[in-house]
C-alpha cells in the first residue's frame, strides 16, 4: 500500500475518533493524488464512521478500481452495504 504523511495522519485522526479532521486530510490528499487508493479507502472509513453512507460507498468503489488487491475496501463496503440493509429493514 503506498501511504503519505497525510495518509497515515488521517488513519490516526480516525484512530483517535476524530472523523471529521481525517476528511479533511484525506480530501487534502487527494488533490495532489486523485488516483491514492490508501486515501480513498480512509475516507470511506471516515464517511463510514459518521454514517454518510452513499459518501462511504463510493470512496470504497474507487479505492478498490485503483487497488483491487486491497481486502480492507472490500471489507469497508461490505459494512456499508449491511449499513444500508438494516437501515432500509428497520424503515
Known amino acids: 500500500l503506498i501511504t503519505t504523511a497525510r495518509t497515515t495522519l488521517g488513519h490516526i485522526m480516525l484512530k483517535q475518533n476524530n472523523p471529521f479532521e481525517a476528511i479533511a486530510l484525506f480530501q487534502q490528499e487527494l488533490e495532489f493524488r486523485p488516483n ?10 471516515a464517511y463510514l ?11 470504497f468503489k474507487a479505492a478498490i478500481k485503483y487497488q483491487p488487491l486491497n481486502n480492507l475496501s472490500y471489507k469497508g463496503l461490505r459494512e456499508v452495504k449491511q449499513k444500508i440493509a438494516a437501515s432500509m429493514s428497520n424503515s
Open 36 to 45: 491514492l487508493a490508501t486515501a480513498l479507502d480512509g475516507l470511506g472509513w
Open 49 to 59: 464512521k459518521l454514517n454518510r453512507l452513499s459518501e462511504s460507498r463510493t470512496a
